[in-house]
């Protein structure tokens, strides 16, 4: 599609555009400008940050060891940044964002409030013309969203929640002022990761906290503690160590999977290491167990039974605890919620689980939340409800490609990439921790930077051959997109619904899976990656 040159004349021009300014948008801007390339980063919120800017809900923090989350590209950034704990806490997070964007003075480069309408392709000048709502005009070669994989949120399409005569807000949109909840009577509604953290920080100061769930989790103990400055430096003096030891698992985690057969081992010398891992903190259980209980139903069942029984000594009232304990999926096959003294939250006598199958929930009236057996009457409602994972954001951007196409109605059914970092008929976007590629399914900040570095060396590599286009050849994609879906039949949780199957129950007609992750793991990616570079960029048509 072509604009009016005078349209174009009215426009800055940027190398590139880097729509989010979070933990992706923040490393590309980083790695652009290193690059020589004349970058903006467009933010919609008032500030930098992204899911750290926005989560600002009590309990929110890391699940990811906070030293393998952090940028690598600086060995004095790496040097001179304190963790606190070994789970950072949000605002932690975000004081290291900002921390990051004033040392390497990012933010006069990045423009905030500056939320993105629409992007044009003009294939005569093999550029994008970007459109912000405020009216601003940009023309740039690339396109660059790093939108996030979490950030669109969803409420519920429950009868009257206008009505409700208290506040109300998504745990996303969480006030940025204090608010006072000493005493108050809250409903929180939903039971995922989000709402794992906070139930046991409410729990704590509320009144008569009332949480309200469709679908309980598997969830497993953080295990979180400050780091002393001794085990700092410690840290300090093994980053190389720490960070390659990410690159060699599946996660990117510092966690590996044990590859003997699960019952190839006695059972006393399992469940040992069963306890083991349960007493172990963040993702081990998950990420460092034996790697068929992610693919074997067998012995996915026997960790489960195991995991039920931890629920049931942690649980005093044997109705609540059967109610916390899943019976439609097993353990490590949906998104594992890391908590801390989550089901200790409910021995409290000012905690009640209601059980909306049994249930459910009618609608929201001026006084609080009417189900049907009872209303109960609050001060407050938290929707912690989740999101549309991996496209939601996208989608609210209308991206028209060659000849007018729409990005959302080419991913309407499914996502169709190649590498997630590219799709067909998109010229010059490229996505970062988009659906079908490498950061979805991983520690996030390995898997982003990882897809940055590689990025930016396509875009050197382009500029110092003298392309101006780049766009996937139709078979890669098919291929990508059968190779992703083939890795969906490897786990579990590829029979499960949850938005790692972009099977999402918290969106209405969301009723089939979608390969928005890919579970190949890190190393198989990174590979595939490398080879796409040894090849002069298989798979891609450079022009």
């Not at 409420?155 to 005569?165: A, K, L, R, W, Y």
């Not at 709402?195 to 497993?220: H, T």
Request: glycine letters at 8%.
């Amino acid at each position: 599609m072509s604009t009016d040159s005078t349209e174009h004349s009215t426009a800055e021009h940027r190398d590139a555009i880097v729509i989010g300014a979070g933990l992706s948008g923040i490393c590309a801007l980083y790695k652009l400008r290193e690059l020589g390339l004349d970058t903006t980063v467009l933010e919609a919120a008032e500030d930098l940050g992204g899911t750290w800017f926005h989560n600002r809900y009590p309990g929110c923090r890391f699940d990811s060891e906070s030293y393998t989350y952090c940028y690598t590209f600086s060995d004095e950034l790496l040097a001179e940044w304190n963790w606190t704990e070994h789970f950072a806490p949000r605002g932690e997070t975000l004081r290291y964002l900002n921390h990051v964007a004033d040392k390497f003075d990012l933010r006069p480069h990045m423009r905030f409030g500056s939320r993105v309408d629409r992007c044009v392709w003009d294939e005569d000048t093999h550029t994008w013309r970007v459109e912000l709502t405020d009216g601003t005009v940009y023309t740039t070669r690339y396109v660059i969203p790093a939108v996030g994989v979490l950030s669109s949120p969803v409420m519920p399409t429950i009868e009257g929640i206008d009505s409700f005569g208290g506040p109300w807000w998504h745990t996303y949109n969480w006030p940025h002022e204090p608010i006072d909840l000493a005493g108050k009577r809250v409903a929180v509604i939903g039971t995922g990761a989000t709402a794992v953290q906070l139930i046991p920080e409410l729990a704590k100061v509320v009144g008569e906290l009332y949480v309200f769930q469709r679908r309980p989790n598997w969830c497993a103990p953080l295990h979180n503690r400050e780091i002393t400055p001794e085990e700092m430096a410690d840290i300090k003096s093994r980053y190389d160590e720490i960070f390659a030891q990410c690159r060699i698992t599946p996660g990117g985690f510092i966690h590996n999977p044990l590859r003997t057969p699960m019952f190839d081992v006695p059972e006393e010398e399992r469940y040992a290491f069963f306890e083991e891992l349960y007493a172990s903190s963040g993702f081990r259980i998950w990420q460092g167990n034996y790697r068929d209980i992610l693919m074997d139903e067998k012995a996915n069942d026997e960790f489960t039974a195991f995991v039920a029984n931890k629920i049931r000594e942690r649980v005093n009232d044997p109705a609540v605890a059967d109610k916390l304990i899943p019976t439609d999926h097993g353990f490590g096959t949906r998104r594992v919620p890391m908590e801390t003294r989550y089901y200790e939250a409910y021995n409290q006598p000012n905690v009640h689980l209601i059980d909306i199958n049994d249930t459910p929930i009618e609608r929201v009236v001026p006084t609080g939340v009417q189900t049907a057996e009872q209303t109960y009457e609050v001060d407050l409602i938290v929707y912690a409800t989740g999101f549309d994972a991996m496209t939601g954001t996208l989608d609210k951007i209308d991206f028209l490609g060659v000849d007018g196409a729409k990005l959302r109605d080419a991913w309407s059914y499914e996502p169709a990439t190649y590498l997630g970092l590219q799709s067909l008929g998109f010229p010059n976007l490229i996505v970062l921790a988009g659906p079908q590629s490498g950061s979805g399914f991983t520690n996030f900040g390995r898997g982003v930077e990882e897809t940055v570095d590689w990025v930016t060396a396509l875009i050197a590599y382009m500029r110092d051959h003298g392309h101006t286009r780049i766009e996937p050849e139709a078979q890669a994609q098919e291929d990508w997109v059968r190779h992703v879906a083939d890795m969906y039949d490897l786990l579990l949780l590829g029979k499960v619904r949850s938005w790692f199957t972009g099977f999402n129950s918290n969106i209405e007609g969301r009723d089939h899976v979608r390969h928005v992750v890919y579970n190949g793991g890190a190393p198989r990616y990174r590979k595939k990656l490398t080879e796409v570079v040894e090849q002069g960029y298989a798979g891609f048509q450079l022009s």
